[in-house]
């Protein structure tokens, strides 16, 4: 027998809604919207909220759990939101605070939740808070509120320490004061128009306690706390004493990273969330240098989840993705966190590229590399996740098969670390181009006015149009196994994995009377056939003695007769 993507129908209850279980969070699946790329309701070439509004039901039916909303707070947009002006509005290019909560609304009525982005570690430079610490001065209350430092050097030419951008150059810009004279130095981890909080000050948690309130009354259902791990700084500010700190992200714990203090806010944090009724969640996206301290953010105490950024940086491998599956689970156990598994995002090269070129090339890259084999192994990889304890993260057009647009013209980029020559090289623009849900039309039916950043010919042969109902299509296996985990009690929830005896460069475990297996290699493998197949990522042939035969970059999930 060959088979390929095939499934029981799955019944009603296959896509009945989290929306009245408790702890919901252990094993559900979200999904990241980057709202501008993903639909313009009124053809100005941007995404909006009344564009996502529309498109819920297609989320209902993909079988999903939540919606995370990349930020959509009123922003100069130097970040593509993530300098935050008004954490108490909607930029007028996403709608306003009525398409918010018509949002959050619709939302609730088809059993989906909606989590949104906080961005406590910055402001924009446009924020009030800041625009008057620049007027008031040195030694003004306002600046307090901020890491204002006078810079060293005989006239205070020099940054007050070492410190690099995330983005490139140094972390500190000088401000000119209200005199006209060259004046103290502002520190910011990510571009100038992102000046850091200091957390020191009181204003500044009684601040963002306020505005979870101010959503957690509109009725959202939980926070994607952004750089949750960068909020204390050491005391002090010391000197780093390297170049390309870029280089050690994620190997040690900076000065500016990872603090232990970080975690009384989130304790405190954790007490406003708790007077709310619903179930609601926090979620860090923390890069720490290990999972084990990755681990310490999701304390009983203090946040429900935390990125694991860790595998999404493994790469196809059959012996690291096995470690690092046991690394992550023997990590959240003792804290009795779910693990959470993710595989692209806004910051990263989609993994249908990322898998299409060889290994250490990193999570951004330029390379479209084989379209083939990353299709290939992006299911497999899918199927794979889908397969383990926990939360998984989906984002928006992987369901597609979705790859990187690798050949931006230099004139239309727009991520601002591009423009930081020193800094990253702004590939992020790749895995944000918007989505395509029709064969055809001025943006492939994202919206009726073009798109902000040019779609690829050939985007429309992958759109939401062409691939429903397609036996095979990426998107139908995505919708399939979506329904047969939340049928299946084997899928999601717990904290581990029976892992059994399989060929070199094979993944094989047990969940109860469910099997995954899961070829790397690039050649059919055999193994042995455990029960019927449920769904398949590619082809798998099941002999007569008892075997079976996966081809390669192949998932099988299978299930005891």
Same mark, same amino acid.
């Given at each position: !027998?060959?088979?390929?993507?095939? $499934?029981?129908?799955?019944?009603?209850?296959?896509?009945?809604?989290?929306?009245?279980?408790?702890?919901?969070?252990?094993?559900?699946?979200?999904?990241?919207?980057?709202?501008?790329?993903?639909?313009?309701?009124?053809?100005?070439? !941007?995404?909006?909220?009344?564009?996502?509004?529309?498109?819920?039901?297609?989320?209902?039916?993909?079988?999903?759990?939540? &919606?995370?909303?990349?930020?959509?707070?009123?922003?100069?947009?130097?970040?593509?939101?993530?300098? &935050?002006?008004?954490?108490?509005?909607?930029?007028? !290019?996403?709608?306003?605070?009525?398409?918010?909560?018509?949002?959050?609304?619709?939302?609730?009525?088809?059993?989906?939740?909606?989590?949104?982005?906080?961005?406590?570690?910055?402001?924009?430079?446009?924020?009030?808070?800041?625009?008057?610490?620049?007027?008031?001065?040195?030694?003004?209350?306002?600046?307090?509120?901020?890491?204002?430092?006078?810079?060293?050097? =005989?006239?205070?030419? *020099?940054?007050?320490?070492?410190?690099?951008?995330?983005?490139?150059?140094?972390?500190?810009?000088?401000?000119?004061?209200?005199?006209?004279?060259?004046?103290?130095?502002?520190?910011?981890?990510?571009?100038?128009?992102?000046?850091?909080?200091?957390?020191?000050?009181?204003?500044?948690?009684?601040?963002?306690?306020?505005?979870?309130?101010?959503?957690?009354?509109?009725?959202?259902?939980?926070?994607?706390?952004? @750089?949750?791990?960068?909020?204390?700084?050491? =005391?002090?500010?010391?000197?780093?004493?390297?170049?390309?700190?870029?280089?050690?992200?994620?190997?040690?714990? !900076?000065?500016?990273?990872?603090?232990?203090?970080?975690?009384?806010? /989130?304790?405190?944090?954790?007490?406003?969330?708790?007077? /709310?009724?619903?179930?609601?969640?926090?979620?860090? =996206?923390?890069?720490?240098?290990? @999972?084990?301290?990755?681990?310490?953010?999701?304390?009983?105490?203090?946040?429900?989840?935390?990125?694991?950024?860790?595998?999404?940086?493994?790469?196809?491998?059959?012996?690291?993705?096995?470690?690092?599956?046991?690394?992550?689970?023997?990590?959240?156990?003792?804290?009795?966190?779910?693990?959470?598994?993710?595989?692209?995002?806004?910051?990263?090269?989609?993994?249908?590229?990322?898998?299409?070129?060889?290994?250490?090339?990193?999570?951004?890259?330029?390379?479209?590399?084989?379209?083939?084999?990353?299709?290939?192994?992006?299911?497999?990889?899918?199927?794979?996740? *889908?397969?383990?304890?926990?939360? $998984?993260?989906?984002?928006?057009?992987?369901?597609?098969? *979705?790859?990187?647009?690798?050949?931006?013209?230099?004139?239309?980029?727009?991520?601002?670390?591009?423009?930081?020559?020193?800094?990253?090289?702004?590939?992020?623009?790749?895995?944000?181009?918007?989505?395509?849900?029709?064969?055809?039309?001025?943006?492939?039916?994202?919206?009726?006015?073009?798109?902000?950043?040019?779609?690829?010919?050939?985007?429309?042969?992958?759109?939401?149009?062409?691939?429903?109902?397609?036996?095979?299509?990426?998107?139908?296996?995505?919708?399939?196994?979506?329904?047969?985990?939340?049928?299946?009690? =084997?899928?999601?929830?717990?904290?581990?994995?029976?892992?059994?005896?399989?060929?070199?460069?094979?993944?094989?475990?047990?969940?109860?009377?469910?099997?995954?297996?899961?070829?790397?290699?690039?050649?059919? @493998?055999?193994?042995?056939?455990?029960?019927?197949?449920?769904?398949?990522?590619?082809?798998?042939?099941?002999?007569?003695?008892?075997?079976?035969?996966?081809?390669?970059?192949?998932?099988?999930?299978?299930?005891?007769?």
């Amino acid at each position: !027998m060959s088979q390929q993507h095939s $499934a029981d129908p799955a019944p009603n209850s296959a896509l009945a809604t989290v929306a009245d279980r408790r702890d919901w969070w252990r094993d559900a699946v979200i999904y990241q919207v980057y709202p501008r790329s993903f639909a313009d309701s009124n053809g100005d070439g !941007m995404g909006d909220l009344e564009g996502v509004r529309a498109r819920l039901p297609y989320l209902r039916d993909l079988g999903v759990d939540a &919606v995370w909303l990349s930020p959509f707070y009123a922003s100069p947009q130097a970040d593509a939101g993530y300098d &935050v002006a008004d954490y108490r509005a909607v930029d007028p !290019m996403f709608g306003n605070l009525l398409d918010a909560d018509a949002l959050i609304r619709d939302a609730h009525g088809l059993g989906l939740r909606i989590i949104v982005d906080l961005v406590p570690n910055h402001s924009s430079d446009q924020h009030e808070w800041f625009k008057r610490a620049l007027a008031e001065g040195p030694g003004s209350p306002a600046r307090e509120r901020y890491h204002f430092r006078p810079g060293k050097g =005989e006239d205070g030419e *020099l940054p007050p320490n070492d410190w690099e951008s995330i983005f490139g150059g140094p972390a500190w810009t000088r401000v000119t004061e209200p005199d006209g004279t060259p004046g103290e130095w502002y520190l910011h981890l990510f571009a100038p128009e992102q000046p850091d909080f200091d957390w020191n000050h009181p204003a500044v948690g009684d601040e963002f306690r306020s505005v979870l309130r101010f959503w957690l009354d509109m009725g959202v259902d939980g926070f994607r706390i952004d @750089v949750a791990h960068g909020l204390v700084k050491a =005391e002090g500010l010391p000197d780093l004493g390297s170049h390309e700190q870029l280089k050690l992200l994620g190997n040690d714990v !900076m000065p500016f990273f990872d603090q232990d203090g970080v975690h009384e806010i /989130y304790r405190q944090w954790r007490l406003v969330l708790d007077e /709310y009724a619903g179930d609601r969640i926090f979620v860090a =996206e923390a890069w720490t240098p290990t @999972v084990e301290r990755t681990a310490n953010y999701v304390r009983p105490d203090e946040l429900h989840q935390a990125f694991n950024f860790q595998y999404l940086s493994t790469h196809w491998d059959a012996g690291d993705l096995r470690a690092c599956i046991d690394r992550t689970l023997d990590a959240m156990r003792p804290v009795g966190a779910p693990a959470t598994w993710v595989l692209s995002n806004h910051d990263v090269t989609r993994h249908a590229t990322r898998f299409a070129n060889p290994a250490g090339l990193g999570t951004q890259i330029r390379l479209a590399g084989d379209r083939e084999l990353g299709l290939r192994r992006a299911r497999a990889a899918t199927l794979l996740m *889908l397969a383990l304890p926990g939360s $998984a993260y989906l984002y928006q057009g992987e369901e597609l098969g *979705l790859p990187d647009v690798v050949d931006l013209p230099d004139e239309v980029r727009q991520d601002p670390a591009y423009f930081r020559g020193a800094g990253q090289d702004g590939f992020r623009d790749g895995c944000r181009v918007p989505i395509p849900w029709t064969r055809g039309g001025s943006s492939y039916g994202f919206g009726s006015g073009g798109s902000w950043l040019p779609q690829p010919a050939g985007w429309g042969e992958l759109s939401v149009e062409a691939q429903t109902g397609v036996a095979g299509s990426t998107l139908e296996l995505y919708r399939t196994a979506l329904a047969v985990r939340r049928e299946r009690t =084997e899928l999601g929830a717990g904290d581990r994995v029976e892992w059994l005896t399989a060929p070199e460069g094979v993944l094989a475990f047990g969940r109860g009377a469910f099997t995954c297996t899961t070829n790397t290699l690039g050649e059919a @493998v055999t193994v042995p056939a455990y029960g019927r197949v449920l769904l398949a990522s590619g082809e798998v042939a099941v002999a007569d003695d008892g075997t079976a035969e996966l081809s390669a970059d192949t998932t099988v999930w299978w299930i005891a007769v």
